[in-house]
């Protein structure tokens, strides 16, 4: 839905070597085979269903860009054992993270500075970029320009993947 609603940005982030577009589902569910819901949204209900979300958007990310996403996560980041095995028989790493910045970009510039800053090396960071009127871009900013200062470097999932700790 966000790509619909923003092709314009969408290309340019795509065309950006800082980004690495990956997969968060055509219908943003929680995976499973049997529907359960996370946060009150319903998951996917079968195999199929699991499959329908991974490659509905896989597609057309690939259709846009010429590159199939590597990386899925889920809405709400809830998978069950045989949703993982879906994507992965799809060609597709389930994407995970240790800390969340923004709260589903309900938070303020200065707090979302401060859980990135407080991430350890090799932390995974969420933040929701599809909000611009919440606090996440500018605390994004300030926290990379102080992390960069102190010697932090920043890589895509892709540049590490290799040293990426599987879900069992």
């Keep these: 839905r966000w ?3 923003n092709p314009e940005i969408f290309k340019r982030l795509a065309a950006n070597p800082l980004f ?3 997969n968060h589902g055509t219908a943003h569910r929680p995976l499973s085979v049997n529907g359960k819901s996370v946060y009150n949204i ?3 209900a079968s195999p199929e269903e699991v499959e329908r979300e991974i490659e509905g958007n896989s597609r057309k990310i690939e259709k846009l860009t010429g590159k199939r996403p590597l990386f899925f996560r889920s809405g709400t980041a809830y998978y069950d054992d045989e949703a993982v095995r879906i994507a992965r028989a799809n060609g597709v790493e389930i994407a995970g993270f240790e800390v969340i910045a923004d709260a589903g970009a309900t938070l303020g510039a200065e707090e979302v500075a401060r859980r990135i800053k407080n991430a350890r090396s090799g932390d995974i960071v969420i933040a929701h970029m599809n909000h611009p009127e919440s606090g996440t871009r500018q605390g994004i900013i300030d926290a990379v320009s102080s992390l960069r200062a102190a010697g932090f470097e920043f890589v895509r999932l892709s540049d590490v993947k290799n040293r ?3 879900l069992p």
Excluded: V
Aim: glycine share 16%; charged share 35%; no cysteine.
């Design 3 to 5: 790509i619909d609603a």
């Design 42 to 44: 319903s998951g996917t």
């Design 164 to 166: 990426i700790r599987r």
């Design 20 to 22: 690495e577009i990956g």
